[in-house]
């Protein structure tokens, strides 16, 4: 463990933070963070940025975000986090719809999660984490320096959507797709 890792991880145990090394939760498989879910923004003048994520179903959460100056858009993502068959978790980023990158957990928390990639040029860690009811996104080398740091707020309050609507149930003639693995 790096010693940057280890003086987070104690400063987390000593402000009472329940923080999980990968290594140490092989046990049990990781839990995908259900609290990272919902349409996130962020506006600093005329930059902005959202970010968007879906429950957790069937093994998968789905990301997209982009970014943006104005009227123009400058980078765009699509992301996912996929339970792996043997319990860790893998965080796999697609910027402007390249080939995906994997990023393997190395930390979790009841409201935190990270996520590293040591041979990825850069980003090479990946953190989420809640402060209330912001979100904060970072990306960063895996010292943690050159890190670029994201504060949305929540698009839409939970508590003032409205119902979903009901689903149709499947009927016999519908046919069911093939699942898939992840990657």
């Known amino acids: 463990m790096n010693f940057v890792r280890a003086v987070l991880l104690a400063t987390f145990t000593a402000a009472g933070l329940a923080i999980t090394p990968a290594a140490a939760a092989q046990d049990k498989p990781a839990e995908l963070p259900a609290w990272l879910a919902g349409a996130w923004e962020m506006q600093d003048g005329a930059a902005w940025s959202d970010e968007y994520w879906t429950l957790p179903r069937g093994g998968v959460m ?3 975000a982009r970014t943006g100056f104005a009227s123009r858009l400058e ?13 860790r978790l893998s965080y796999f980023a697609q910027p402007r719809g390249v080939a995906p990158t994997e990023f393997t957990m190395a930390l979790q928390g009841p409201d935190s999660i990270e996520f590293t990639n040591a041979s990825n040029p850069f980003p090479q860690r990946i953190r989420y984490w809640r402060q209330g ?4 996104a970072e990306v960063s080398n895996i010292d943690g320096s050159g890190a670029v740091r994201w504060s949305y ?12 609507p009901t689903l149709p149930s499947r009927s016999e003639g519908d046919r069911e797709l093939p699942a898939v693995d992840g990657k």
């Open 75 to 87: 980078m765009w993502e699509t992301t996912r986090i996929v339970a792996l068959p043997d319990g």
């Open 133 to 136: 009811q912001l979100l904060v």
């Open 62 to 64: 789905i990301g997209v």
């Open 153 to 164: 707020r929540p698009l839409v309050n939970p508590a003032e959507e409205p119902a979903s």
